[in-house]
């Protein structure tokens, strides 16, 4: 089938390529010459594990093409709108701009497809009741292209993508009721036809329900994430080990063990922004008592990144300025380039603005770093980032970082003190090899 993916950012630069490599012919357009010329080229512009073989691959089959060239999206049957929805400057609400911008570009092209009906499918993660506006703005704009809007959101995982691409844990159609909507299924059950073939779940539901499903499961994760974070500041006034409690209530089929390790919390360029978002509709809809606890899950995260720079002052006995401390880790999560309200970060910033010499070094992300926040001093080499150091923060969980030597890297530092922002470490490992070892809630 012909496709058009609209935003080619993370999503749909990977939706884009796992659809050409099923088999489709897929154009993907977006307003940025230098990221087209990039993935154009066969250039990844941000870091995802496999992302580059399988760009490669697919650019090679001639079934994928990039351009910035709005026109280019007319032969496409079936348009994905992938653009990016960032929390706004001044409030928690959602930034809908270049979703509008998208949807206004592709309307004005809209017309009649010869293979079949002509379907539009939103990816981007919106507040609830935009797909409604926007699918009366395709009735009203192109009334004889005969375009339905289906709502299907994306479950990305960054350092899983083209996994969660391929093979997804479910697919959610929001759907129009009546003979459209039920069109507009068959051409996108043909799209994915490979995953359903496999037997990936398929959920059909109604516009609103599509469109809370993103942000319902995003604020059931980020609670669990700081429910656990709660349980280490209890631990850690207790004496009592957050990773054995987390163990304990693991076992539990009812709880499970994953997203239970306490740390320094979740940031990135989704949870953060999407239980904001979340509050801040449900306050619009009038209901925002509904969400009231989400106000203390995103407090408890927020207030984990300043409980590190407590411990890193601590450990440099009450004051950071003029202590050299490394901090292992930039972006927000591990293969990932990606330091959107990277807690590793703010960890860094809080750092240096008490007066510490920090030094950042992350496998992936230390451009983005340069680029964004040009007054930390950055370090490719973990090592020398190392050299000196009054104490260590390990704040993304990356393997070269977990997997350090603890008697070699201590040959390196000034004293041999480490906090474990994601308790990855194992302790006793690190105590044995002389170092003074702080988890977050472990005696």
């Not at 008490?354 to 680029?371: F, I, S, W, Y």
Request: glycine share 10%; hydrophobic share 45%; charged share 25%.
């Amino acid at each position: 089938m012909r496709l058009s993916v609209i935003g080619c950012g993370y999503l749909g630069a990977v939706h884009a390529a796992c659809m050409a490599d099923l088999g489709h012919e897929v154009v993907g357009v977006d307003v940025d010459a230098a990221k087209v010329d990039l993935l154009a080229a066969g250039t990844p512009p941000f870091h995802e594990p496999g992302f580059a073989d399988l760009l490669e691959r697919a650019l090679a089959t001639g079934r994928l093409t990039f351009t910035t060239d709005p026109d280019a999206v007319a032969s496409a049957q079936v348009h994905f709108v992938c653009v990016g929805t960032p929390q706004r400057e001044d409030s928690y609400a959602a930034d809908l701009r270049y979703v509008d911008d998208a949807v206004d570009a592709l309307v004005a092209r809209l017309a009649p497809h010869p293979d079949g009906p002509v379907v539009v499918v939103g990816k981007s993660t919106v507040p609830v009741g935009t797909a409604e506006r926007i699918a009366a703005r395709i009735a009203r704009a192109a009334p004889d292209a005969g375009a339905t809007l289906v709502w299907n959101p994306e479950f990305l995982r960054e350092g899983f993508a083209i996994q969660d691409t391929v093979s997804p844990d479910r697919i959610v159609y929001g759907l129009p009721p009546g003979p459209d909507g039920e069109r507009a299924a068959e051409v996108l059950d043909a799209v994915y036809a490979d995953l359903l073939a496999r037997g990936v779940p398929r959920l059909r539901t109604d516009y609103a329900t599509s469109q809370l499903v993103k942000v319902a499961a995003n604020s059931f994760l980020a609670t669990k994430i700081s429910f656990i974070n709660a349980m280490a500041e209890l631990c850690e006034a207790t004496g009592a080990d957050v990773t054995e409690l987390a163990e304990a209530i693991g076992y539990d089929d009812r709880i499970g063990r994953k997203f239970l390790r306490a740390g320094v919390g979740f940031g990135g360029g989704c949870l953060p922004k999407d239980i904001r978002a979340f509050m801040a509709r449900a306050g619009e809809l009038g209901v925002d008592q509904a969400l009231t606890f989400l106000r203390e899950v995103d407090a408890i995260n927020l207030r984990r990144r300043e409980h590190v720079v407590e411990l890193a002052a601590a450990a440099c006995g009450g004051s950071l300025s003029g202590a050299r401390v490394a901090v292992l880790g930039a972006a927000f999560k591990p293969d990932s380039d990606d330091i959107r309200d990277s807690p590793a970060l703010a960890v860094a910033e809080g750092v240096a603005g008490r007066g510490g010499q920090v030094v950042v070094t992350d496998p992936a992300a230390l451009e983005n770093v340069r680029r964004t926040r040009p007054h930390l001093r950055t370090e490719p080499d973990v090592r020398a980032a190392l050299a000196g150091a009054d104490v260590v923060l390990l704040l993304t969980e990356w393997r070269e970082y977990v997997g350090l030597d603890p008697a070699e890297v201590g040959e390196l530092v000034a004293r041999r003190q480490v906090v474990d922002g994601r308790n990855v470490l194992d302790p006793a490992r690190w105590r044995a090899a002389g170092w003074t070892y702080r988890g977050l809630g472990r005696p």
